[in-house]
């Protein structure tokens, strides 16, 4: 068996070599489609698009996407095609938990009082859900839209727009339909807003009018940003970057555990689909040596140390992205 693989995903390869004859790794942006032409499986992250002028005359079975979102897969052409397709929903949920529980703990520093603050948290699945849990573990009153699931306890958008001193994004972008995500945040959302929020985005770039946000931090529409996701990634709004208090390039989901669970949901697809026999569980890696842990999330990731480093280099973006020194989640420090 062959299986094709991007090369920045960690800690899966001693596995993949015991699963598989050949396994070529190759840089997820250049997977082109006479790399994939005799391959079985093909995994990859948000950087490889995979439709039909990737796939059409491959040999490929199946398509793993080591990451929660799907918008880089054509999945209509993939069933047409008799490809299976799997991705890692939840994999890195608690890794975007941490990410905007240090933010708040951030923004609290610079006079956000989190006991008398509202949170609005758009989108309640996997991600949202545990940002809810921080959130009240935080002390912040807590709402939530998301129409799709239907919960009584859940409030509108206009609701949101009303009473909310931080708004986050936690939905996946979708650009058509009653519920579409795309520029969710656009010019009369932010016209809309009746108090000044904090704006945090992890989700994806376009859900957020980047343009608009600007407009809103410059007329004081919106106190502040915290924002992962950006519209025409890797080549972001520099402007929009200096003027967020925190901007990062898309690693909010970059932590140790967050990729290993991603990991172990790829392996396991690929034993289900070909029939395989389990290699074991992936673990992460330990924490470091001589870590001192003073009961503050801070001390195990702050966000602004990644700010510093984009806003010091946009054009870097890919790179810090690429390279990134992943991070353990709060949770391994609490098991210790």
Same mark, same amino acid.
């Given at each position: ?12 390869? +001693? ?12 840089? !997820?942006?250049?997977? %082109?489609?006479?790399?994939?032409? @005799? ?9 490889? /698009? ?8 491959? #040999? ?10 799907? @918008? ?13 397709? $799997?991705?890692? &929903? ?16 951030? =923004?609290?520093? /610079? ?8 949170? !609005?948290?758009?989108?309640? !699945? ?54 579409? $995500? ?10 809309? =807003?009746? /108090? ?23 007329? %004081? ?11 025409? +990634?890797?080549?972001?709004?520099? +402007? ?16 140790? @555990? ?16 070909? #029939?395989?026999?389990?290699? %074991?569980?992936?673990?992460? &890696? ?16 702050? &966000? ?8 010091? @280099? ?14 353990? +989640? $709060? ?6």
């Amino acid at each position: 068996m062959k299986i094709v693989a991007d090369d920045k995903i960690p800690f899966i390869r +001693e596995k993949l070599a015991l699963l598989a004859d050949d396994v070529v790794y190759l840089p !997820g942006g250049s997977i %082109g489609a006479a790399d994939v032409r @005799d391959a079985d499986a093909l995994i990859v992250r948000t950087r490889t /698009r995979c439709d039909s002028r990737l796939l059409d005359g491959s #040999r490929v079975q199946l398509v793993a996407t080591a990451t929660i979102g799907f @918008d880089h897969l054509d999945v209509a052409y993939l069933q047409q095609a008799g490809i299976r397709w $799997t991705n890692c &929903p939840g994999c890195n949920s608690g890794s975007v938990a941490q990410y905007v529980e240090c933010s708040l703990l951030l =923004l609290a520093q /610079r006079g956000l009082q989190l006991h008398r603050s509202t949170i !609005g948290i758009v989108g309640c !699945g996997h991600v949202g859900s545990k940002v809810r849990a921080v959130a009240e573990r935080l002390g912040l009153r807590v709402l939530v839209c998301d129409p799709l699931l239907g919960d009584p306890s859940f409030v509108s958008m206009d609701v949101i727009e009303r009473e909310s001193d931080v708004i986050t994004f936690h939905v996946p972008l979708t650009r058509e339909g009653r519920y579409a $995500t795309y520029h969710l945040a656009d010019e009369a959302f932010f016209h809309r =807003l009746s /108090r000044v929020p904090y704006i945090i985005n992890t989700s994806r770039g376009e859900v957020v009018d980047g343009g608009s946000l600007l407009a809103a931090l410059q007329a %004081g529409r919106v106190r502040d940003a915290v924002i992962d996701v950006w519209e025409h +990634e890797p080549h972001i709004d520099p +402007e929009l970057l200096q003027r967020v208090f925190i901007g990062t390039p898309h690693i909010a989901g970059y932590s140790a @555990d967050g990729k290993v669970n991603a990991d172990n949901m790829v392996v396991d697809a690929l034993c289900r689909h070909f #029939r395989l026999p389990h290699p %074991g569980a992936i673990v992460p &890696p330990p924490l470091p040596v001589g870590f001192n842990y003073s009961g503050s999330p801070l001390d195990l990731y702050n &966000p602004m140390d990644d700010s510093r480093k984009l806003k010091a @280099d946009p054009s870097a973006f890919e790179a810090l992205r690429n390279h990134y020194p992943l991070r353990r +989640e $709060t949770f391994a420090v609490e098991k210790v």
